[in-house]
């Protein structure tokens, strides 16, 4: 009976390397990728290693490759990166999900492990990542949704906690995780997964791992990889047999070919022959039936033909009569229109034909004017637009609406009207910009509130990523979790009082950097290649411990306290030379003072602390000022509808554009606006010439 072991069954790659999906299938023992250069060897290799080593350090990478100007980091792995410098997945938004299926061959359960990354296409780094393991084989067809797009981190976590109650869960440990750190992750892989092994001795196989060169020879590698202590003659005695026992192999496996292919030969030859006899048999009783078919199909073609001759000869001879009295009928039909003209009735009906086309156009003319009067009366009617109408042009639209049309009435009716449609236009653009700030004001008031009410603090983007960057990046060098805080997060303003004094006077370092201090020196030398992060600081606490400064009397550090010692001596450093003041000779008799207005004096010179610093960006506390929340909500509610008003007022003024303002030359509203009254007079020499069609057509009769 075999000895159990845990072995390598499938693996799954999904937006790595040059690989957008690839589940690879192992043999139980010997395993061995080949391929020319950017085949992908080292794409696989370097991907079992981030999974089995959870490491995503660029010096880890591409041992396999044995090219050390060919270093690449886990993100170009992400993103597809090219040597040419383009790259797969290089402007885009993706996720990507990299994982081993292991088997126990004693129990036959089957695990998977890997890890799941979510980047975005503006990423420096990789940001957001959940290291993963659950019970069961991979899902089909290897982490990819029903939409074919990779799982993302939430549906790593859903297919973790379906796997915890299903039947795959027959385990000892817990395997059906998502795990908060590295080291929790290679504890269950090391420990649970893999049975215990050695930790440290896996690691030292790992960087003792060398590239596979097959330039040398069978021997070569012989000597090199399987026995790479051994002296004697053994190895070159393998080698000999290895290559004999391959040469007598190839040649027994091309003698079967040609056996199997003299088999078909022979077999295909005797098939041909059949295949041909029956043809020939067949296709004599083909021709014969074919003989009688066509037989019987030109006598019936005869008999068709002789039917055919004979319809045709009789609808000739009805044509032939057809065409004689057509000719008849139009030679009359011209006698009696020629007549029909020539006589009054005809003239009467002409006129009359005329009259009405005059109709149509003088009602399509009166249609058109009755729409200019309401689009002017549109100037009269609108609330908001009438008061940049003066009365003298209401008294005009007016005099235009009872039918006093002029050509000079509509050119200064127009004159006036673009002029104030122009003082509108400045009106709008005024609104638009008030439009603009308040909506951008409500808009920052509004997350400050969201923040408050989920006690979040209003910091930037770059502040948060800068913190969680160097986090990382510490914890990853000491091997454990190492806490990078922001400095404002760490004290509590405990004098009210002096609450917008000390949010003033700290200004833009409360939002700096603050480590412990015996991870100080370390922090600075990691920080110093975040150049990207040029607008945030990073206190050195262990400078202003070894300083040991101290607290002046009465001074803003009294206002304050912390939990930490080591934020303590700090807030000495940057509070305690500052003393509280409420007057302007109190300021006078000390070199640094501030009061509870934020009114501050130092190095000789007064100046009023930035409101922004105490109000938008007040943020020292660990938690969120009710008194201040209220105060945002306020806010809010005012703006919202201030907001309102200028969105009407905009969206009335901007209506404005489109009123009627007799562009057209003027005399072409004068003869629109008489057309009502000529319809009138067309329309009763209608009737008249009716009733005398009517008459002429009665006599006729």
Known sequence: MSQAKKIFTRMCLNNWGGINHKVLEFNEYVNLFSGKSGSGKSTVMDAIQVILYGSFSPSFLNKAADDAKNRRSVLSYLRGEQKDGSANRGNCDFCSVIALEIKDTGTHITTCVGIAFEVRRNDSEIKKF??????????????????????SNQDIKKLVNERAVSKDNRGKGDVNRIYASKEAYLGTLYDV???????????????????????????????????????????????????????????????????????????????????????????????????????????????????????????????????????????????????????????????????????????????????????????????????YISNPVLNLIETIENGNVTEENCQELHLKIESAKQDIENEFEDYSEQKRETGKELKEKQKLVDDMKNNRKSYSENLRSARSSLERKLSDLYGRTIKVQILADLFDVADE?????????????????????????????????????????????????????????????????????????????????IIKCHSVEELEQVKDGVTPDCYSYSNFIFRHLRKKDYTTNACIGEKVSKARLAEYEADVERLEKQYQELHYMTERLKAARDFESLKEESKYYVNLSGAEKELGKVNKKKTALEETIRTLQGRAV
Request: overall charge negative.
């Open 130 to 151: 959940s290291y993963f393991s659950h019970s069961g084989k991979m899902p089909e067809p290897g982490y990819i949704t029903e939409e074919g797009f990779c799982y």
């Open 193 to 387: 997964i893999l049975g215990y092994i050695d930790p440290n001795r896996f690691i030292t196989m790992e960087k003792s791992a060398i590239a596979l060169k097959m330039t040398n020879g069978t021997g070569q590698f012989i000597r090199d990889y399987m026995f790479p202590k051994s002296t004697s003659d053994t190895i070159g005695t393998i080698s000999e047999q290895l290559d004999a026992y391959r040469q007598i192999k190839e040649k027994i496996e091309d003698m079967r070919k040609r056996i199997e292919l003299l088999t078909d030969v022979k077999e295909t030859g005797q098939e041909l022959v059949t295949l041909q006899t029956d043809m020939i048999r067949t296709e004599s009783f083909i021709r014969c039936i074919d003989i009688e078919d066509l037989r019987a199909k030109i006598e019936a073609a005869e008999e068709d033909k002789k039917r055919i001759e004979e319809e045709q000869a009789q609808l000739q001879q009805q044509a032939d009569t057809l065409a004689e009295e057509r000719g008849e009928v139009e030679q009359e039909l011209i006698r009696v229109s020629a007549d029909l003209k020539a006589s009054d009735l005809g003239n009467k009906q002409q006129q009359l034909e005329e009259l009405e086309e005059r109709s149509r156009m003088l009602i399509d003319n009166s249609r058109q004017w009755r729409k200019i009067v309401q689009g002017l009366k549109q100037w009269e009617e609108d609330e908001v637009i009438t008061d």
């Open 497 to 577: 009082e002096w609450k917008n004094a000390v949010e003033g006077r700290m200004g833009r370092l409360k939002f700096s950097l603050i480590t412990e201090p015996k991870f100080a020196h370390d922090a600075a030398a990691v920080f110093r290649e975040m150049k990207q992060f040029e607008e945030v600081d990073l206190i050195n606490s262990k400078a202003i411990a070894d300083s040991e400064p101290r607290a002046m009397e009465n001074s803003l550090y009294e206002a304050v306290e912390t939990k930490e010692a080591y934020v303590d001596v700090c807030l000495k450093r940057y509070l305690g030379h």
